[in-house]
Structure formats: structure tokens, C-alpha cells
């Protein structure tokens, strides 16, 4: 897990022209023993933080803790509105468990008189739940929910379709072509606007390019070694760049990525 310390160092570098921090990647934030001490220090820092749970650990302590961190942002994945439905895309999840630790976290913003953090429901749209839209857009509204993001799917191999491509098709990032195979909606363009803009750090505190790198193929820099401003400004950074604008289709994880395609339906 992140450790503390480079955390904090990595802020104090980019306090000044760092944003928006995302405390997700490929993980559970909440399983991190100091996370909410690291929401906490970035938001000191008047940096906007935002996570993504899958609500199984908001007790009622850690909904207050949530609260008192700061934390502008929380969303909370909800793919189902039933357990039935629920845990075919969260297998081992319990529905119930997501909406007892989203009653918490409402209790406490609205017993502290807090405005953050802001709640949204996440609701992956896949074929097994997009007869569910209209339900969980209802079932936000009854628990005081802020908001409800529908979101599309990335499918790793969609070429030849799959169970989890959703049939009506504006909940889908790709088209189904007159042969029965499937194509990415959008154009695989020679540009990125995410390579300068944005980037991911890992747990072990390797940077690379963006949330598509999902297993760190694509390692850019360690900031156990290096400061951020000499990755970010660094040869390595710059040759992905180059060949982001000279030939996108080089470079595997670029090969499914729908940045272009609507992501929020």
C-alpha cells in the first residue's frame, strides 16, 4: 500500500498546481489502514479529493471519519438493485451492505452539518442490469443520494461479443458490426489529452500514463528515486508522448482505450 510518507511528499511537490486527487485505481481505498489520513492531508492542502468504494467497509465510524476527512467526492458503486442482479457483476458483494454503509455516510454529513462529500451512485451498465436503470435512479432518490452516474463499460476481449455488452445500445462504448463482430465506437486518434494533464500512481509509487495501464506495463518513473517534476519532465515520459502523436496504434493498452467514446450514458 502507499506509503505515507511518499504520499506527503509527493503533495507538498504538487500542492500548488495539483487539482483533483483520485483515490482509486485498482483497489479498495478503503482496505489502505491510513486512508483517510491521506484524504485528509491532501484536502489541507486545498486539493479536491475524490474516491470510489464498493461501500462494504462504511461502517458507521468509518462514515464519520469519511465525513471529518474532508473528502469532496464519493462514489459509491452500485451495479444492481437487487442481490440477485447485484452479484453477477460484484461477485461476493452484498447489496445490502452498499446501502447500509451509504445510509451512514448521509447520516454523518447531515448530523455534522458537513456539504461534503458529495455522494453518486456509480452504475456500471452491463447486459444483466440495464433493465435496472430506471430502479436505482428511483432508489437514489428515496436514500437522499446526490446523484446517480451511468456509466458504460470497458470489455477486455469484445471482438466476439460478450455476455456483459449491454443490448441497448447507447449503454455500449462499441457497435456491433453486419459480420457479428464488435468495433470500438470511436477512432483511434494520434493524440491524448491525459499525457498532459493527468497520470496514475501506484501503490508502490511507480507513475504511469493513465487508469488504462491497469498492470503497469507502462512504467514512466519511480518517485522512490526520482522527484515527480523529473518524471513528469523526464526522456521516458517524453518518448511515450512521441509515440502517443506519431502512432497510438503501438501501444497495446491504446488498442481498447474509448477515450472519445461517451463513457457517461
Known sequence: MLEE?????????????L????????????????FLSLVKYASQQGIYTATSTNAHYLSDKQSRDT?????DRLIISLDGTDQETYQQYRVGGNMEKVLEGTRN???????LRSKTPYVVFQFLVVKPNEHQVNDVQRLAKEMGVD????????????????????????YSRYSKSVDGTYSIKNELLDHCWKMWNSCVVTWDGKVVPCCFDKDAHYTLGDLKLSSFREIWRGREYDDFRKTILNGREEIEMCKNCTEGTRVWA
Open 5 to 17: 510518507g511518499l504520499f506527503r511528499t509527493l503533495i507538498d511537490e504538487l500542492k500548488d498546481t
Open 19 to 34: 487539482a483533483y486527487l483520485t483515490f482509486y485505481f485498482q483497489g479498495e481505498p478503503y482496505l489502505h489502514p491510513r
Open 67 to 71: 465525513v471529518e476527512s474532508g473528502l
Open 105 to 111: 455516510i448521509l447520516k454523518w454529513r447531515k448530523e
Open 147 to 170: 446523484n446517480v452516474l451511468l456509466k458504460t463499460a470497458q470489455i477486455y476481449d469484445y471482438k466476439n461479443g460478450s455476455d456483459l455488452i449491454p443490448t441497448i445500445e447507447k
